[in-house]
T-cell receptor
Framework: GAGVSQTPSNKVTEKGKYVELRCDPISGHTALYWYRQSLGQGPEFLIYFQGTGAADDSGLPNDRFFAVRPEGSVSTLKIQRTERGDSAVYLC?????????????FGPGTRLTVL | DQQVKQNSPSLSVQEGRISILNCDYTNSMFDYFLWYKKYPAEGPTFLISISSIKDKNEDGRFTVFLNKSAKHLSLHIVPSQPGDSAVYFCAARSSGAGSYQLTFGKGTKLSVIP
């Protein structure tokens, strides 16, 4: 079946602009995660949704970052007033049931470049 | 502070030989460990996992070993194949943390030489 998809695959923007990154999880998966991978680093957790609600947003770096999942499926990560340090690959993962042994399936990521 | 460490940025192995990738962790609350494989321009793909109640888990050519007392785990690939060339990430999570978020190492780039 279809995996996790993310759009756009690449996004180039200027410092100070607003961007939205979209994640389409695997159908029926209730849990959704956003991670950010900077150059030379492993993915770092940003936010977790169980259904429509953000159950854990402790990884968001500051209040310029916000994410929604209004219908419990598609999620959008929103970044305001982008900075050059926001440049990274943003990864989305979905999980059938939020549990300790359930696998997280990752999308291909959106590469964000802030000029 | 890196809670999951992969101290070898890269590893080269001859085809057919064993590849051993190492990972150390510092957080004693971690009780579930995973290895992900990543090809360029793709997302990480789940490879194998192990619970802290076990010390070994095997799946085909892939075996993960866990040494809880040393807070160390390793991934063995045998025999290594050229298609195994990728970046391998070690990840860990705590069942006590409600979100089951993964904490990743920086990755080890494996090159299998034909």
């Amino acid at each position: 079946g279809a995996g996790v998809s993310q759009t756009p695959s690449n996004k180039v923007t200027e410092k100070g602009k607003y961007v939205e990154l979209r994640c389409d999880p695997i159908s029926g998966h209730t849990a959704l995660y956003w991670y950010r991978q900077s150059l030379g680093q492993g993915p770092e957790f940003l936010i977790y949704f169980q259904g429509t609600g953000a159950a854990d947003d402790s990884g968001l770096p500051n209040d310029r970052f916000f994410a929604v999942r209004p219908e419990g499926s598609v999620s959008t990560l929103k970044i305001q007033r982008t900075e050059r340090g926001d440049s990274a690959v943003y990864l989305c993962a979905s999980q059938e049931i939020a549990g300790p042994t359930d696998t997280q399936y990752f999308g291909p990521g959106t590469r964000l470049t802030v000029l | 502070d890196q809670q999951v460490k992969q101290n070898s940025p890269s590893l080269s192995v001859q085809e057919g030989r064993i590849s051993i990738l190492n990972c150390d962790y510092t957080n004693s609350m971690f009780d579930y460990f995973l290895w992900y494989k990543k090809y360029p321009a793709e997302g990480p793909t789940f490879l194998i996992s192990i619970s802290s109640i076990k010390d070994k888990n095997e799946d085909g050519r892939f075996t993960v070993f866990l040494n809880k007392s040393a807070k160390h785990l390793s991934l063995h690939i045998v025999p290594s194949q050229p298609g195994d060339s990728a970046v391998y990430f070690c990840a860990a999570r705590s069942s006590g943390a409600g979100s089951y978020q993964l904490t990743f190492g920086k990755g080890t780039k494996l090159s299998v030489i034909p």
